[in-house]
C-alpha cells in the first residue's frame, strides 16, 4: 500500500504517470523508509530528441528540464525486484546504468534512467 508520504512523494517530484523521477534515489529512500517495496523496473533512456531514432528506446515524455531532452521507452522490463533490500536494488540500478544498453551496432543507450511498478499489498 502506498502510504501518504510515498504518495506526496510521487505527486510533488514524478513527471509522468510512470514514476519516472530527477532523482529515483531519493524516491527509493522515502519507498523503503515507509516500508513500501519495488515489484519491477521499466527502463528509460534519456537521449537528446533529435537522436531518438538511435536509442533503444522509443516514444515516451519530453524532458521537462530541457525539452531538446527526451525519457524514451526502452524494451527492458525487470520483474522480481521485491526481494531485493534497498541497498542491493540501489546497487543493481547503478550497476544496470554503468553497464547501459547496446542493441546490434546501431542502437544504445545515451542515460538509462528507470522507473518504478510498486509491489501491491498482500491480503
Not at 32 to 44: D, K, L, P, S, T
Not at 84 to 103: F, N, V
Amino acid at each position: 500500500m502506498i502510504t501518504e508520504r510515498v504518495r506526496e512523494y510521487i505527486d510533488c517530484n514524478s513527471f509522468c504517470s510512470e514514476y519516472l523521477f530527477r532523482n529515483w534515489d531519493a524516491f527509493l529512500d522515502v519507498l523503503y523508509e515507509e516500508g513500501c517495496h519495488v515489484a519491477a523496473i521499466q527502463w528509460w533512456d534519456h537521449c537528446i530528441r533529435h537522436y531518438n531514432n538511435v536509442s533503444v528506446g522509443s516514444g515516451g515524455y519530453i524532458d521537462p528540464d530541457d525539452p531538446e531532452y527526451m525519457y524514451a521507452e526502452t524494451f527492458l522490463y525487470e520483474d522480481g525486484m521485491q526481494a531485493l533490500t534497498l541497498e542491493e536494488l540501489k546497487t543493481h540500478i547503478a550497476e544496470t546504468r554503468e553497464h547501459g544498453l547496446i542493441l546490434g551496432d546501431k542502437y544504445y543507450s545515451n542515460d538509462l534512467v528507470p522507473s518504478f511498478y510498486l509491489q501491491e499489498e498482500e491480503n
